[in-house]
Structures are given as structure tokens and as C-alpha cells.
């Protein structure tokens, strides 16, 4: 780790990977190697105190070897915005750069790396009268009043997401403007995969109208191309300025008005953000932890057995004390913060406490809550996997059949190349 004078070389890391992926343990192990860093939750369930077991927070054990920020920092009566996280983050990462101090991101909810990453679209403050109003109407009034003015927002939104549809609403009634304007578009169509080089966009096809050829003698490519301004409609119009196109056995298509239309399964781009850095804020390096399916299915299915009978995935399952959250299962958790009031709306909806509360409520037995934390646990995994892959310039490292410690080892030699290149 170098010294305090060198903020760049302090540049934070951000450990992306599905749920019960082997975060938690690897970051801790990071911190250790780096020379003693620090780790900043962005789960948006994990700030909640109290909320252990269920939100499967870093255990006291990880938690003693280095500092963890970001966890246990709000009641779960309080409602904690991603913008609250995010303040909080950029302060706690430039104090530890002051001190000389690398601090990993480790995720999480992908609201908050994404606003860690790109920024946050403000928007309006909040407006109590119109929210007031809002909260009268039930799910599909909300959606179809959305739809009605903000159908792009409407299209990406849960029409049960009863938070987001309030919000996109409020933010329209308040500008004049649909929230999809406001808000910053970054995602593209066709997302690297896990495991891609970084800069890489597969599948792409390119419309670069008035490009000139310019044949490299010493390239395979039939096109060779630099252009002002590259478009890309399999990147969702996104435009890169000042690229220059290497393009190994692309393929001309017809196209009308364009000297080259190209269609091709991997473009590179040298102007292109992405690499170390990738355009990011704070310079951040990413790192990821790739899983096959099967693998982190089971993962997840023991995690929440952990969650649900300790006991039994310690003797049955070879679950150690380390790995759980010690001294109550989640059962007993729900039921105790329910007993003291202490679970507000933002808590209850949380994986496992939303069907831990129906058991408890009598609306279905314990082994159906938790066969039910079970399948949506999954089904988070696959979103997030899906969305994670949209994210540029990830070192993915392949965590199948590898410990812990070798996939440290495989991060800090990522970790030092990227540390060398210029933000």
C-alpha cells in the first residue's frame, strides 16, 4: 500500500458478485493484504441494526479483523435512501484516503454501486402533501398513472414497486419532466458478459456514417476504422467520441446513408470508457466474482438454511460459527424486532423478513416462509446477475472451486496492474 500522498494509488475497490458469492470474506481478506483497508457495505438492508441474520451481515468474527463501515449505521424504523448512503460513502472514502487508508466497496444492492459508479440523479425533495396523496391510491392506480405520463419509467418499474412509482410520479408533478428524462442513461442493450475483456461490447453492430477506412498492414481486420463519432445500436444509441475501431473479422451489412455498417460479435474500442477506471467516480477498480448457476443456487439455498436452522446447517451441512450470525436465527430476529415495533416499512420488506412476518402473521407455516426466502433469494441472484454484467471494466475472477485466498491472490495481481494505469 502506498503512502498518503498518493491518493491514486488509493483508489477504492468495488467487489461485485451474486449473493452468497464470497464477498464478505474475500474483501476482509483484501483489506488485510492491501496493508490495512477498510470495507464500506452498500447493501441497503445491512445498515439496518438489529437486522443481523436475515441481511446475512459480515460476521463478529470478519467484522474484528479490519473496520466496517456502512453497517449498522440506521434503526429500521428510519427510511435510508440510497442518497444517504452515497453521502455517506464518498466521505468515509476520501477521510481514508487522507489517512492512507484503500477502502473496498463490497455490494450488494445495485442501486447503491450504481450510484456509487455514475452519480445519482437528485431529482425534487420530497413533497409530503403529494406523497400523502399518492399513498391513497393502491398499486395498479399508481402504475397506470405513471404509464400515463412516463411510459419509459412505467416499463422499468414493478407494478407492485409501490416506493419507485411514487417517486417517479412526485418527480414528474413536481418538474414537469419525466423521471426517464432526468435521470442519467447508462445502462446498454447488450451487456458484457461475466469474463469479458474489459472495453468489449459483444454483439454490436456499428452505423459510423462518412468513416474512412484506413487498412492497417499489419492487422487481419478488413476494418481498421477511426471515426468522430462512433454510434452503437446494440449499445443503446451510446455515443463514443474520438474512437478508433479494431474490428477482426467483422462483416459489412447493407446500410443506407452510412459508408460502413459493420456487425460484429466482439468490438473493441480504444476510445471507449471501460478499462481501469472505466469513467467511474473516485477512479474506482472493479472487481467481480462470477459463479456458475448450479453452484451459487446451492450457496443460496444453504445460506438461508444457515438464516432458518442453524443448528441443523452446523450439524448437517458443516456450516461453521463463523459463517452465521451468532446466538439467534432469523426467526427469532423478525420476532423480536416485530415484538419492540422496530421494523418499519423499508425493513419489512426485506428478503426473509417479509416471509418470516407472514409465518408469524399465520399466513403461511415456517417451512413454506421458508421455502419461499428460498426461491425469491434465487431469483434476486439472477437479477443481479443479469444486471451486474452491464457494469464496464469488471476483472471478473471465476470463484468455482477456488478458496478464498487463491481468489485474493488473483485479485491483487489484478488490483496492482490496474493501480500502475492512469485514471
Known amino acids: 500500500m502506498t503512502g498518503k500522498s498518493d491518493p491514486i494509488r488509493l483508489r477504492p475497490i468495488v467487489l461485485l458478485g451474486p449473493t452468497a458469492g464470497g464477498k464478505s470474506e474475500l474483501a476482509v481478506l483484501l483489506a488485510e493484504r492491501l496493508g490495512g483497508g477498510q470495507v464500506l457495505g452498500a447493501d441497503s438492508m445491512q445498515v439496518y441494526r438489529g437486522m443481523d441474520a436475515g441481511t446475512a451481515k459480515p460476521s463478529p468474527a470478519l467484522r474484528a479483523r479490519v473496520p466496517h463501515l456502512l453497517i449498522d449505521c440506521a434503526d429500521p424504523t428510519q427510511t435510508f435512501t440510497v442518497a444517504d448512503w452515497l453521502t455517506q460513502a464518498d466521505q468515509l472514502i476520501a477521510q481514508g484516503q487522507a489517512r492512507g487508508v484503500r477502502s473496498i466497496v463490497v455490494g450488494g444492492t445495485n442501486l447503491y454501486i450504481q450510484a456509487f459508479l455514475e452519480g445519482l440523479f437528485a431529482g425534487p425533495p420530497r413533497d409530503a402533501d403529494l406523497r400523502a396523496q399518492l399513498e391513497k391510491l393502491d398499486g395498479s392506480a399508481l402504475y397506470a398513472r405513471l404509464a400515463a405520463v412516463d411510459s419509459q419509467a412505467a416499463g422499468k418499474i414493478h407494478a407492485n414497486d409501490r416506493k419507485k412509482l411514487i417517486r417517479a410520479i412526485e418527480v414528474f408533478e413536481l418538474t414537469g419532466q419525466p423521471i426517464s428524462t432526468w435521470q442519467k442513461q447508462w445502462t446498454i442493450q447488450n451487456p458484457p458478459s461475466p469474463g469479458a475483456a474489459d472495453g468489449q461490447m459483444p454483439n454490436v453492430e456499428c452505423r459510423m456514417p462518412n468513416a474512412t477506412q484506413t487498412p492497417d498492414p499489419a492487422s487481419n481486420s478488413p476494418f481498421d476504422i477511426r471515426h468522430s463519432s462512433l454510434t452503437t445500436s446494440g ?45 467511474y467516480r473516485h477512479g474506482a477498480i472493479l472487481l467481480g466474482l462470477s459463479w456458475p448457476t448450479e453452484m451459487i443456487n446451492k450457496r443460496i439455498n444453504l445460506r438461508v438454511k444457515g438464516m432458518f436452522y442453524p443448528q441443523q446447517a452446523m450439524a448437517q451441512d458443516g456450516l461453521s460459527e463463523d459463517e452465521l450470525w451468532p446466538g439467534r436465527g432469523l426467526v427469532d430476529e423478525v420476532k423480536e424486532l416485530n415484538d419492540k415495533g422496530l421494523l418499519g416499512r423499508q425493513a419489512r420488506e426485506a428478503l426473509g423478513y417479509k416471509q418470516v412476518l407472514a409465518y408469524l402473521n399465520g399466513q403461511c407455516s415456517l417451512e413454506e416462509a421458508y421455502e419461499q426466502t428460498k426461491i425469491q433469494t434465487r431469483r434476486f441472484a439472477k437479477r443481479q446477475r443479469t444486471w451486474l454484467k452491464r457494469f464496464r ?17 488473483e485479485a491483487l495481481a489484478a488490483i496492482g496492474g490496474q493501480d500502475t494505469t492512469d485514471v
Open 235 to 279: 449499445g443503446g444509441g451510446e455515443k463514443m467520441p474520438n474512437v478508433e475501431c479494431r474490428m477482426p473479422n467483422a462483416t459489412p451489412v447493407p446500410a443506407s446513408n452510412s459508408s460502413f455498417a459493420i456487425r460484429h460479435s466482439s468490438l473493441t474500442t480504444s476510445g471507449a470508457s471501460g478499462g481501469s477506471g472505466g469513467g
Open 393 to 409: 471494466g469488471v476483472h471478473w475472477l471465476q470463484a468455482a472451486g477456488k478458496k478464498a485466498e487463491e481468489l485474493a491472490d
